[in-house]
């Protein structure tokens, strides 16, 4: 026994030396690559323009430095690509942008903040060229800024419009014995639709429709003026699917060469007058992002704007690159008033909203900020529901055209198994000392009494939303009640009806700030800094990514969006001012 027992002891030590020379392998190769030369820009070079590793506006800063060294991705954010493009512009070494294969995830918002910065590089002479082997709507608006295009002979290109397909589990809950109680204010609220009917709405096809319009209109407009084809023309090729294939593509004006890769390195090398048996110089957007990150700027400011970043969906806790938490946002908010050298506050958001009391803490902090300091809403992709909650204090509110906001509203759901219990046999009796001491359980039907009270919560919830609405933005209830019940809207729309003051990017707010805090000279700061415990780390490192990889290779992208989805829904606790639906443009 005693024998068994140094075998298994030698077994554990060995286990353990292994776990520890991978670890500090790990957190030298670490340290050690981040401490790697800079990025050497060769004169006579091209950026190649591959955003597949861009997500977010802000990659994030975190206290501990070892979390910083582990965390996902390249911390590098939309923001510093776009002041990377801004630099290139003004770089001797720098002669034109190559958007290759772009296979990108970010929003429309996004990628129209992105684009006007290509469009603003085009300006100093500089080229913009674009290749893919096949092209999305969303990937063509972006590349329709290049000149010229060029797409695969055998490639394709999707051009038909905006869609949104939306799946109703009635029957579903019906049949499975598995339903989910709702209680909502707003007709237009349909995030809970799917669980209460079989079709949608007129309310809810009236606002996706108008919706879908109106970021197209936005979408179509920007290509025209790019390429020179009318917005009608436009039109008739999307409803007809006459750029369907390369040579279409061409014919309709979208593209200007079919050709294969080798062909489109050549056209720029000859722009660059390079032999065409020689390669050209170089350098990816990620890498000179660093470059222009890690370049000190000469700037004898004082004055600083703080830029804060609330992008994710909103929930308790202190938050991260990909959640809006109180934690993070209020400690950032806090800080950035009691600095003195920071004159105004940015609050970027990208957000379809989330827990309502988590908002309305984020919304007080807002409220603190602005009687000290200036503070401007900067609103990315979305900004609605919870996502509008915090903005609708602010002094001035920006949205791009394409920006998906408002849906002021409020919701809760509650699951129930009741009626699964009952089928398969399983009886659940309670026990308690005062009439409404159980609350809410998942296996005994819901009584009418408790969702009178829970309708109760909802309403004073939706009250007090309106209520902060009408304040911020100096209307009255009522004018805010018509355009509210949770109705989503583009930002081309919410101008008009007074939930947003101009249209206009990150910059545009930023300019704002400093022209209300009467400065003119100033530098940036970017927050939140996230705390982030050792577990943190850990979740960060390598192989605890791979379980993710792990199943969307075993059950299919489709299926772990549905997983996760399902995930999403059990997270959401207590009253949600949350999105209608979360729309894929594609």
Partial sequence: ????????????????????????????????????????????????????DIKNDYAGKFKDPWVTIFSDGKNIGLTDIISAIQDAKTDDDIKGISILNDDSQLGMAQSKALRDALEDFKKSGKFVMAYANSYSQKEYYLNSVAKPIYLNPVGDMDFKGLSSEIMFFKDFQEKSGIKMEVIRHGKYKSAVEPFLE?????????????LLNSIWNSVVTEISKSRNISVTKLNEIANGLLARTPEMAKTQGLVDVVAYEDVYHNAIKNRLKVDKDEDYNKVTILDYAKKVATTSKNTDANDKIAIIYAQGEIRSGEGDVDVIGEGSMRRSLQDARKDK??????????????????????WREVELTKKVKPVVVSMGNYAASGGYYIACNANKIFAENNTITGSIGVFG??????????????????????ENAARYSPFVPLDEKLKAVTLEEIEHIYKTFV??????????FAQVDAIAQGRVWAGSEAVKIGL??????????????????????????????????????LANLPFAKSKESFIKEEIGEENYKIMEEVKRLQAQKGVQAMMPFEINIK
């Fill in 341 to 362: 050298n920071i004159k105004a506050i940015v609050l970027r958001i990208d957000s379809p909203g989330g827990s309502a009391l988590t908002s309305d803490l984020i």
């Fill in 198 to 210: 079989n079709k949608m709405s007129d309310a809810n096809r009236e606002q996706t429709s108008a």
């Fill in 500 to 537: 947003v003051d101009k249209i206009g990017g990150l910059n545009d707010a930023i300019h704002e700030a400093a022209a209300l805090a009467k400065t003119k000279t100033y530098s940036t700061q970017n927050y939140p800094e996230y705390e982030k415990d050792f577990n943190d780390l």
């Fill in 1 to 52: 026994m005693k024998f068994l027992g140094n075998v298994l002891a030698t077994i554990i030590g060995i286990f353990i030396f292994f776990m520890l020379f991978f670890f500090g392998i790990l957190i030298i190769g670490a340290i050690f690559g981040g401490e790697s030369e800079g990025v050497s820009v060769k004169s006579n070079s091209v950026i190649e323009l591959n955003l597949e």
């Fill in 413 to 434: 759901i509650l699951p129930n198994f009741s009626q699964l219990t009952k089928k398969i046999g399983i009886n659940v009796e309670q026990v308690k000392t005062h």
């Fill in 467 to 476: 209520t902060h609405v009408a304040q911020g933005r100096k209307m009255t």
